[in-house]
């Protein structure tokens, strides 16, 4: 977690540096304008179900929670089901 950050876009390009995570691999989350960069290169995206109407055009999926509002918690559940299903 990342407080204050300007260029979303850029940071999360340097994170895939550093980790050696793939950009195509990375799960992004956001709810406004300046988290947009980034959900473009991430290569899944989300967003809570208030979020700016043109964050939601890009993201790759609508969560049913709103932000603040258990959006972590129904992203891990989703993955967690998903998990159990292909195991």
Do not use: T
């Amino acid at each position: 977690l990342y407080m204050g950050i300007k260029d979303k876009g850029g940071k999360i390009e340097e994170l895939s540096s550093v980790s050696g995570i793939g950009l195509d691999e990375m799960l992004y989350v956001g709810d406004d304008l300046n988290d947009i960069p980034a959900i473009k290169k991430a290569g899944f995206s989300c967003c809570p179900q208030d979020a700016d109407a043109n964050v939601i055009k890009v993201c790759d999926f609508k969560l049913n929670a709103h932000g603040g509002a258990g959006v972590i918690r129904e992203i891990w559940d989703s993955f967690y089901y998903f998990w159990q299903i292909s195991s």
